[in-house]
């Protein structure tokens, strides 16, 4: 499960310096989705959306809980607090994300409940 947490820091790390579409190309499961409010995203619009997306300037996560599954599949869940680079506002959410062993972790699914008592300028992260 470390590692599967290991990737899922390394989402958030990466959407400090604008390479999300890079971990996304890596850590994506062929078929995986995301859920968002009003959405769902597969692996092409994913890719798609962050090609021009402006960097956030820190996030911190917390409340992190975990389940194995199975011995291929994990559960990751999280509260997610993340500002953007010209401090728009806040975006903070429960995130849930699965991940399933292939040859390594690869992320098979997330969800982004956001906090709307918590959330300023309408902001949204995928």
């Known amino acids: 499960m470390d590692q599967a947490w290991e990737l899922e820091e390394q989402f958030w790390t990466a959407g400090t310096t604008g390479d ?12 995986a989705f995301v859920v968002v409010p009003g959405r769902v995203l597969v692996r092409e619009d994913l890719m798609r959306q962050w090609a021009d997306r402006r960097p956030w300037s820190s996030f911190e996560l917390s ?19 993340a500002t953007t680079a010209d401090a728009e506002g806040e ?21 982004h409940t956001p906090d709307p008592d918590e959330n300023t300028a309408g902001m949204t992260l995928h």
Do not use: I, K, M
């Open 91 to 111: 975006y903070v959410a429960r995130v849930s994300s699965v991940y399933t062993w292939v040859t390594g972790w690869v992320l098979a699914f997330r969800q």
């Open 63 to 81: 409340d992190r809980r975990d389940a194995l599954v199975n011995g291929e599949t994990v559960v990751l869940s999280y509260r997610v607090r």
């Open 20 to 31: 999300v579409e890079n971990y996304y190309a890596h850590v994506l499961a062929a078929d």
